[in-house]
């Protein structure tokens, strides 16, 4: 599957930001979509994660209560929707598929090519 991440940009704290993800290839619905990000000289992080049917969410407890994911499987598309943003959400985020509901970057197999994040305090 290929997956390709946009909707980033600039920011102030305290605004939103909406990410997108299309996916094509094999289908979509059979995919575990997560979200990850890169914030500059650190690791890959886990933000959050939505399984195949859309039923259920993960996420990371720095994102929780702020961040959303959702699905649509009609239109091959995972989003990503950011609230209350902070300047530490800053960083490179990216989309991906696994095979199952998982919390590790090493769990999936397909990345997208990533989109920039970056909030103003």
């Known amino acids: 599957v290929q997956l390709q991440a946009s909707g980033g940009g600039l920011v102030q704290a305290g605004g939103s930001l909406r990410l997108s993800c299309a996916a094509s290839g094999r289908t979509f619905s059979s995919f575990a979509m997560g979200w990850f990000r890169q914030a500059p000289g650190k690791e890959r992080e886990f933000v959050g994660v939505?399984?195949?049917?859309?039923?259920?969410?993960y996420y990371a407890d720095s994102v929780k209560g702020r961040f959303t994911i959702s699905r649509d499987n009609a239109k091959n598309t995972v989003y990503l929707q950011m609230n209350s943003l902070k300047p530490e959400d800053t960083a490179v985020y990216y989309c991906?598929?696994?095979?199952?509901?998982?919390?590790?970057?090493?769990?999936?197999?397909?990345w997208g090519q990533g989109t920039q994040v970056t909030v103003s305090s």
């Open positions: 939505i399984s195949r049917s859309g039923g259920t969410t």
């Open positions: 991906a598929a696994a095979s199952f509901t998982a919390t590790m970057k090493d769990d999936y197999a397909y």
